[in-house]
């Protein structure tokens, strides 16, 4: 397995870190105590653990991040700080050995306050997504050609056969998309293909263009895992997807628009990156079988997207999705994207858009809006759009997944239920 592959969201290593962390505190802990060190020691704890603390309650009430941060975030937080500042107090008085293990220790507790973090939220679900770093993707050159294709004239899975030889899952990595028209400081996109797309006379496919959250990495490990379970179950047709990034930097707020302050976010999406999918992609070039997804601050602008431009793309997929782009920092985004225009901020805003779009103009669109069922902002933000989008003639679906969040169960359930709406709208399994 490649290192950017390791799981860090479960499985062995995250358990292998924190239990390391947890006999690392023993053991420092595991000594003949005198005063001077001890009182170093658990000053040391206390001060860390309000550092912890006090760390959190800053970037909540900066809002750096939008959304508060939730609760487990400090603990997490403090426990590791309290940890490190155990192990530096600690040294105090301490033999070598002692010291260098309280300083081995003091790596190992930050990072274990990252992974336990990390695991809570599931977002980042390798090292390479944690860390913005990717492998990037082969492109096949036998297996179909690049380029886009007409509409099949009947479902795809009423005609494909899966071959022998096939791949069980689909390739995931990433990909330069150059921003021709936009100009937009975009990281690699991240690109999902398909078992179907990698065997030779491969068809051409459905097309997923998903956008993640803010802070966030245009990661496809997620959307890639659940359309392997999809692929399994359907001769290894899935869409083809790629993971663009809306945001150019992890803690950009750009509100899915073309602004001063952080570029043509929108262009880049709209015009560069389905340029790019159009011409070095094997994918069904028919709006009906194209789809603007994203989760979070990405479904905020999946929603944008697929208001403004039902040419592009006839289905809509909103994953615990903002009701309009910048709406974890209202003030900031109104003043920095739009110059302090309010009617240019409310004009922004999906039900608007909507709204004010000529009659017919969302005919045939399928849209699909999740929550989490213990998310309740966001199960508000998604019976708002999905109530406008039914007013203007689309087909909607709105689902809770059960027992989740806004972050990782949500993610995945979202995706789930997103995707098993979509197949049959996209002729990749019977209706």
């Given at each position: 397995?490649?290192?950017?592959?390791?799981?860090?969201?479960?499985?062995?290593?995250?358990?292998?870190?924190?239990?390391?962390?947890?006999?690392?505190l023993a053991i420092l802990a595991?000594?003949?105590?005198?005063?001077?060190?001890?009182?170093?020691?658990?000053?040391?704890?206390?001060?860390?653990?309000?550092?912890?603390?006090?760390?959190?309650?800053?970037?909540?009430?900066?809002?750096?991040?939008?959304?508060?941060?939730?609760?487990?975030?400090?603990?997490?937080?403090?426990?590791?700080?309290?940890?490190?500042?155990?192990?530096?107090?600690?040294?105090?008085?301490?033999?070598?050995?002692?010291?260098?293990?309280?300083?081995?220790?003091?790596?190992?507790?930050?990072?274990?306050?990252?992974?336990?973090?990390?695991?809570?939220?599931?977002?980042?679900?390798?090292?390479?997504?944690?860390?913005?770093?990717?492998?990037?993707?082969?492109?096949?050159?036998d297996a179909g050609g690049a380029?886009?294709?007409?509409?099949?004239?009947?479902?795809?899975?009423?005609?494909?056969?899966?071959?022998?030889?096939?791949?069980?899952?689909?390739?995931?990595?990433?990909?330069?998309?150059?921003?021709?028209?936009?100009?937009?400081?975009?990281?690699?996109?991240?690109?999902?293909?398909?078992?179907?797309?990698?065997?030779?006379?491969?068809?051409?496919?459905?097309?997923?263009?998903?956008?993640?959250?803010?802070?966030?990495?245009?990661?496809?490990?997620?959307?890639?895992?659940?359309?392997?379970?999809?692929?399994?179950?359907?001769?290894?047709?899935?869409?083809?997807?790629?993971?663009?990034?809306?945001?150019?930097?992890?803690?950009?707020?750009?509100?899915?628009?073309?602004?001063?302050?952080?570029?043509?976010?929108?262009?880049?999406?709209?015009?560069?990156?389905?340029?790019?999918?159009?011409?070095?992609?094997?994918?069904?070039?028919?709006?009906?079988?194209?789809?603007?997804?994203?989760?979070?601050?990405?479904?905020?602008?999946?929603?944008?997207?697929?208001?403004?431009?039902?040419?592009?793309?006839?289905?809509?997929?909103?994953?615990?999705?903002?009701?309009?782009?910048?709406?974890?920092?209202?003030?900031?985004?109104?003043?920095?994207?739009?110059?302090?225009?309010?009617?240019?901020?409310?004009?922004?805003?999906?039900?608007?858009?909507?709204?004010?779009?000529?009659?017919?103009?969302?005919?045939?669109?399928?849209?699909?809006?999740?929550?989490?069922?213990?998310?309740?902002?966001?199960?508000?933000?998604?019976?708002?759009?999905?109530?406008?989008?039914?007013?203007?003639?689309?087909?909607?679906?709105?689902?809770?997944?059960?027992?989740?969040?806004?972050?990782?169960?949500?993610?995945?359930?979202?995706?789930?239920?997103?995707?098993?709406?979509?197949?049959?709208?996209?002729?990749?399994?019977?209706?």
């Amino acid at each position: 397995m490649d290192l950017w592959q390791v799981p860090i969201a479960e499985g062995p290593v995250p358990v292998t870190v924190v239990a390391l962390a947890v006999i690392l505190l023993a053991i420092l802990a595991v000594r003949r105590w005198r005063t001077r060190p001890l009182v170093w020691a658990l000053a040391g704890a206390g001060a860390g653990a309000v550092i912890g603390y006090g760390t959190y309650r800053l970037v909540n009430a900066t809002n750096v991040f939008g959304d508060a941060v939730p609760p487990f975030v400090w603990h997490w937080t403090a426990a590791a700080f309290a940890a490190v500042g155990f192990a530096l107090g600690g040294m105090v008085g301490a033999r070598t050995w002692r010291r260098v293990l309280a300083g081995v220790g003091v790596v190992v507790f930050v990072v274990a306050g990252v992974v336990g973090v990390n695991m809570r939220f599931g977002i980042n679900p390798t090292l390479g997504s944690l860390l913005g770093v990717a492998d990037s993707i082969d492109l096949p050159t036998d297996a179909g050609g690049a380029g886009s294709t007409a509409a099949p004239a009947q479902p795809l899975y009423t005609t494909w056969q899966a071959p022998a030889g096939m791949p069980a899952v689909g390739s995931r990595g990433s990909q330069e998309i150059p921003a021709t028209a936009s100009g937009f400081d975009a990281r690699p996109a991240g690109i999902y293909l398909p078992p179907a797309a990698l065997v030779p006379g491969a068809p051409a496919l459905p097309l997923v263009i998903m956008m993640m959250g803010h802070p966030g990495a245009p990661d496809p490990t997620v959307i890639s895992n659940v359309l392997d379970g999809f692929a399994a179950q359907h001769d290894g047709l899935a869409p083809i997807v790629i993971v663009a990034d809306q945001l150019g930097a992890a803690v950009n707020d750009t509100a899915g628009a073309d602004s001063a302050a952080y570029g043509k976010a929108r262009t880049y999406i709209t015009v560069d990156v389905v340029d790019w999918a159009k011409k070095n992609l094997h994918i069904i070039d028919d709006p009906a079988y194209w789809t603007i997804a994203g989760y979070s601050n990405g479904g905020g602008c999946a929603a944008t997207f697929g208001a403004q431009s039902p040419q592009l793309w006839k289905n809509i997929l909103s994953v615990s999705g903002e009701p309009f782009g910048g709406s974890e920092q209202v003030a900031n985004v109104a003043k920095t994207i739009y110059g302090g225009s309010a009617a240019a901020f409310e004009a922004s805003k999906p039900v608007n858009i909507m709204a004010a779009a000529a009659p017919g103009s969302y005919a045939g669109m399928t849209a699909i809006f999740t929550a989490g069922a213990q998310d309740p902002a966001y199960i508000s933000a998604a019976d708002t759009v999905a109530a406008q989008a039914r007013a203007v003639g689309m087909t909607v679906v709105r689902y809770d997944v059960p027992g989740a969040g806004h972050v990782g169960d949500a993610l995945t359930g979202g995706l789930a239920e997103g995707f098993t709406v979509l197949y049959p709208v996209l002729g990749l399994s019977a209706g």
